[in-house]
């Protein structure tokens, strides 16, 4: 288990801690320490949850607690959750299935009396993997005139195993999040925080986990806004649709029959290896309607009856909500699928087929004409398979979830990221790549987190031009106005609030600047999708 705190530690430990900066929380008084390059403060490894473990795996996160006169070190990086293979993005360094903490940045100027806005950050990693160590997270060039906070939560079947027969709703990260912010409510104020504040912001799964908390009613006590980094929109399954993915883990698991108590004492190391040995389909997936049944599905929030009671993408944003893509998503998915052969143009038609086939079933043949290789994408396959992917899986759940704010009558503010970095982000992404990868998933991150320089974090030696810096400050402080007054631009002007009466939002490119944010191709995979949930509902029906 990891030390949560440090109340029993020797003297000469505390001595050297004592002139650090200190916060008093319900968690008990956190000691931090300071940013090196700016004047921020941070705290690493505040515990706001009991440990998830024995009677806790598979189960809601219960609030810490603990004496408010203990004492935590804060100068520790948390562990990050277990890891389950994220496509790119798994932590490589310290790992717990003890892992619920939260990292807070402030300024060093902050006092309770300073009210700022509060940015509180969900990282991405397909519910798999991602933690709140990641430097390229770092709240350190973001958190100048607000704060700034992250929240670690359960991935894989730790944080979304979920079964009908042993009474498991699944979604146990996302009420990892929803606590997480809970706590800030409850203690940010000590940090120099607003509660009444709040902006959640997450990218990729963090942005779907996002989306779904804000679409419950609960949202509205706990943050005045959200902003969607290449996620939300999106359909889910049903606790009962997940039963053959379900299936696959118990099989995998070798638990002999159905049974919570191997499912929660099982060591972890079989918990890895059982994900690890799941069936892969051998092609590289989108969020079709065939997705969303549960059986092309991986870890994802369920529709349960409980915690989430409705379809998200129906229900609609409860807050108001920057929303928005990158013109290539799908690139970075492509290369992780199938390496060298797609950025060498060396994919097949066949392969083509296949991705299609899997992805849409009935519907493949029209897809294939619509998005022909060879009269759209120039004989191409890697380009029709980025595109698809891109549109299906990000462009146009964007889409689905703007329209349905505009039916609830919720402000919504809409973007495209269209700008390819000078740098390298993340120490994944080798730099030779970045030419063929173009304005791919994740590359508008360290924009939002104002991380200019010593790219990719924590150490290199890349710093993003002048342009890009003044991209980045606009990025920036556009989330932190969210938090602050409820909109991104202090006047409307600097970017207009969406409507699917012109679409006009902001356009991320070698500038920022207010333009149409083009949705056009969206009616087709509208009724695609239409298609596809009427071909799963009939099949259902006859089994």
């Known amino acids: 288990m990891y030390v949560r705190d440090i109340a029993w530690v020797g003297l000469l430990t505390l001595a050297g801690l004592a002139e650090s900066k200190s916060v008093k929380t319900k968690s008990g008084t956190v000691l931090g320490g300071k940013c090196s390059t700016t ?120 944080g979304f195993l979920a079964s009908s027969d042993l009474g498991l709703n699944g979604n146990y990260g996302l009420q990892d999040q929803l606590l997480g912010l809970r706590w800030v409510n409850e203690n940010i104020a000590g940090f120099g925080g607003d509660p009444n504040k709040v902006l959640l912001f997450g990218e990729s799964a963090g942005a779907i986990d996002s989306y779904v908390l804000a679409t419950l009613p609960e949202i509205t006590d706990l943050a005045r806004a959200v902003a969607l980094e290449s996620g939300g929109g999106r359909d889910l399954a049903t606790v009962a649709d997940s039963k053959i993915w379900y299936s696959e883990f118990i099989k995998a698991l070798n638990c002999s029959t159905p049974d919570l108590s191997c499912l929660r004492s099982a060591p972890t190391s079989l918990l890895l290896a059982a994900v690890e040995n799941m069936p892969s389909p051998g092609v590289v997936t989108v969020n079709s309607a065939l997705a969303n049944n549960g059986t092309r599905s991986s870890w994802t929030p369920l529709i349960d009856g409980e915690f989430i009671k409705e379809q998200p993408s129906t229900t609609g944003l409860n807050v108001p909500a920057i929303v928005g893509s990158n013109l290539n998503e799908g690139s970075l998915f492509v290369l992780s699928a199938y390496g060298a052969d797609a950025l060498l143009q060396k994919l097949t038609q066949s392969q083509y087929d296949d991705f299609l086939t899997y992805n849409f079933g009935p519907l493949a043949a029209r897809i294939n004409e619509t998005y022909s290789v060879e009269s759209t994408f120039n004989g191409s396959v890697t380009a029709a398979m980025e595109t698809v992917l891109t549109e299906v899986s990000y462009k146009c759940p964007s889409y689905r979830a703007l329209l349905q704010a505009e039916k609830n009558g919720i402000p919504v503010w809409s973007y495209r990221w269209a700008h390819q970095p000078t740098c390298a ?58 938090a602050a007054i409820g909109r991104p631009g202090e006047e409307e002007s600097a970017w207009p609030a969406w409507s699917s009466n012109g679409s006009a939002g902001v356009v991320f490119s070698n500038s920022s600047a207010v333009g149409v944010v083009d949705y056009s191709s969206c009616a087709f995979w509208d009724e695609v999708n239409s298609e596809l949930n009427e071909y799963y509902r009939s099949n259902q029906t006859r089994k």
């Open 39 to 158: 004047d921020v403060n941070y705290f690493y490894s505040i515990p706001f949850a009991q440990p998830p473990i024995g009677e806790l795996r598979f189960a809601p996160p219960q609030p810490y607690r603990n004496s408010s006169c203990s004492v935590i070190n804060g100068t520790i990086a948390a562990p990050a959750c277990l890891q389950f293979g994220g496509q790119f993005f798994d932590e490589t360094g310290p790992q717990s299935e003890d892992c619920l903490f939260l990292d807070v940045w402030a300024p060093d100027s902050a006092t309770p009396e300073s009210k700022l806005p509060v940015k509180v950050w969900v990282y991405g990693g397909s519910n798999e993997a991602g933690g709140i160590s990641n430097p390229a997270y770092s709240g350190c060039f973001s958190a100048a005139d607000s704060i700034v906070v992250s929240v670690n939560y359960r991935t894989g079947p730790l």
């Open 425 to 482: 982000w993340f120490t994944q992404i080798e730099a030779d790549y970045l030419p063929y990868l173009g304005v791919t998933h994740t590359s508008e991150i360290p924009f939002v987190f104002n991380f200019t320089s010593n790219m990719p974090a924590p150490s290199g030696n890349c710093t993003l031009t002048a342009a890009e810096q003044g991209i980045s400050h606009f990025m920036s402080r556009a989330w932190t106005n969210m």
